[in-house]
């Protein structure tokens, strides 16, 4: 039975319906037995496997096609009817061309199977900073991973009533064909559609395809921003709690510092660390003036191999119930999961990602087809889970944020920690935010990827006017916009070893940045920004002297003058788009590295 009665929602089913055909057509009400019937015949089809109930209550594992396993960035377009609105960094097609070619893909692609429509939140459900979608799938995996990542069910419709301001997304599995997989989003029809995929990042719709590309967009023509950030929450001895968000590009342990555990002396004094978001925020402007923000997810997509007890204990912790593992090893000798980094013991009796008998004696940790896991393994797992959520998660109104971090991986460049000048100079950073290639990943090591907010392969329109957003934030906001910080945990010494211990250790860190937005820590004015000095980086207990923790604060001139000029080669291809602010922050900082 329909979930609602209103007229766009149900027009838009029965047209997709009529496309596709379908043999039923089932609303999703998230309710417990609904779950629970669509597990049971997920086991039944082979779709999903039942884990150990005793050792991990309500997990499943679920395995996709091997040419199906991770997001699609080559067959991801922005469909805009101007292809300058797109951009220069999106792949674009006019968008009745794009509509046709996947109906046409989709056409009669229901058959034989089921519709499952499912209304869901981005956000707490009633929450102003919230908004409703629909997904459309024939995937019951997809059914599933979306009651853990969103909020899902009648009370989202009841929210709605007869507004048309819902997010359309419809999959179709399709053959899971390769050649045939699109992910497109309507940024000017608040459309996604999704084809020939059924690996999470492609057909959970609500995470990047909705939650950044499609609300970017309606970020920019409604005056608030969605961004690729976790957010966290920092609690004093004295309780009060300050909240950061910040934007790293993959591999750069953003679920980590969402999840840290503080080291034991801070513990000792009484300071802990909430997690609010592991991945996005979604932030406005508060009646006080100042930016607040909300996860609109539910629940953590996160990366399985490297996840353990002591990398992410809280991540860990909250994949023990609810959860489903998608393309990890499957332990048979327990009916329990494991991958690359949970732990030493290799499983001598198990099945590996692609479904077959795994043999621990090939394994070689630097050939990643030996893996029993594949790399881009994921677990899905609802937040309440986690031992450190905080209270605020379903805050309706958000919490406010007193720090935005940009970071990224740079062996040389970048210090450990410093403060943009202000709003326009870290508007600046962001914009210029880049990566390096580790060994972990596919080509060359070391290869530096501009990686704007980390926001590449997310933002929904032209990043010039993203950038031109940004601006125009920081000028609503004034002076009670968050200070803007830049990390770098991976300086590298000349063996190529990590300086900085990382990991909780990252929360010194975390409370100079705080104890700079209260006027509480003293900085040194240097040619990118203010840099810390090195005795207001607490390190006690930890194995690293004062001079050592100075080599990585340090600005080294031949660095940052390669550091501009490839930012200049960055630069280009936005053309005249780019403000002229940003513009003017590049000269400036030529002009600073000049007299170092
Ligand atoms: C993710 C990503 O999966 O950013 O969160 O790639
Ligand atoms: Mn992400």
């Known amino acids: 039975m329909a979930l ?11 047209e997709k319906a009529e496309l596709v055909k379908p043999d039923k057509i089932i609303w999703i009400d998230g309710s417990k037995e609904q779950i629970e019937a669509l597990r049971a015949e997920a086991c039944e089809t082979g779709e999903m496997i039942k884990l150990n109930q005793e050792l991990l209550p309500d997990c499943y594992l679920h395995r996709t096609k091997p040419n199906d396993v991770a997001r699609v960035e080559d067959r991801t377009f922005i469909c805009t009817r101007k292809e300058e609105d797109a951009g220069p960094t999106n792949h674009w097609c006019d968008p009745q061309e794009m509509y046709k070619r996947l109906y046409d893909i989709a056409r009669d692609s229901y058959k034989g199977r089921t519709m499952y429509v499912i209304p869901y939140s981005m956000g707490p459900i009633g929450s102003p900073l919230a908004k409703a979608g629909i997904e459309i799938t024939d995937s019951i995996y997809v059914v599933l991973n979306m009651c853990i990542m969103t909020r899902v069910g009648k009370a989202v419709m009841d929210v709605l009533g007869d507004s048309n301001d819902w997010v359309r997304g419809f999959h179709a599995k399709c053959d899971v064909d390769k050649e045939k997989r699109y992910i497109c989003q309507f940024p000017e029809d608040n459309t996604i559609i999704s084809v020939n995929s059924a690996y999470g990042g492609n057909v959970l719709l609500g995470k990047k395809c909705f939650a950044l590309r499609i609300a970017s967009y309606q970020g920019w023509k409604e005056g608030w921003m969605a961004e690729h ?25 953003k679920t980590n510092l969402a999840m840290l555990i503080p080291p034991k002396y801070l513990r000792d004094k009484g300071y802990k660390v909430w997690t609010v978001g592991d991945d996005i925020a979604w932030m406005r402007i508060g009646e006080d003036g100042r930016l607040y923000a909300i996860n609109p997810e539910n629940g953590f997509f996160g990366v399985a191999p490297g996840t353990n007890e002591k990398s992410n204990f809280n991540a860990l912790a909250s994949t023990k119930k609810g959860a489903i593992f998608t393309n990890v090893c499957h332990k048979l000798d327990d009916n329990t999961v494991w991958w690359e ?22 394994f070689n ?33 958000g919490v406010p944020i007193s720090a935005i971090v940009f ?17 326009e100079n870290g508007v600046f950073i962001g914009s210029t935010m880049a990566s390096e290639t580790t060994a972990a990943a596919a080509g060359a090591v070391g290869v530096v990827r501009r990686d704007p907010m980390a926001m590449l392969p997310f933002c929904g ?42 990991f909780g250790d990252n929360m010194r860190v975390l409370n100079w940045i705080i104890d700079r937005c209260e006027g509480k820590a003293d900085a040194v004015e240097t040619a990118i920004g203010y840099v810390p000095k090195a005795e207001d980086i607490d390190l006690t207990d930890l194995d690293l002297d004062i001079d050592t923790l100075r080599s990585i604060l340090k600005i080294d001139k031949a660095t940052w003058e390669k550091e501009a000029a490839e930012i200049e080669e960055h630069y280009k291809k936005f053309g005249d788009k780019l403000p002229e602010e940003l513009r003017a922050q590049l000269d400036k900082l030529e002009a600073n590295i000049a007299k170092l």
């Open 4 to 14: 609602t009665t209103n007229k766009s929602i149900l027009d838009w089913i029965d």
């Open 229 to 253: 950030m976790l957010i966290v929450g920092i609690e004093n001895p004295q309780g009060e709690v300050k909240y950061i968000a910040a934007a790293f590009p993959s591999a750069c342990g």
């Open 365 to 397: 940790k630097a050939d990643k087809s030996t893996c029993a896991a594949h790399p881009n393994s994921r677990f899905t797992a609802p937040a309440e889970n986690c031992p450190c959520l905080s209270s605020e998660f379903n805050s309706t109104t």
């Open 341 to 362: 980094g949970l732990n030493k013991d290799l499983p001598t009796d198990a099945i590996d990602w692609k479904g077959e008998r795994w043999d621990p004696s090939k």
């Open 461 to 502: 329109y032209n990043m010039s006017y993203y950038f031109r957003h940004w601006l125009e934030m920081g000028k609503r906001l004034g002076d009670k916009a968050p200070k803007i910080f830049n990390v770098n945990w991976f300086r590298t010494d000349d063996e190529g070893n990590f300086i900085w211990p990382g």
């Open 407 to 423: 970071g990224g991986r740079r062996a040389k460049c970048a210090p450990l920690v410093y403060q943009s000048r202000d709003w």
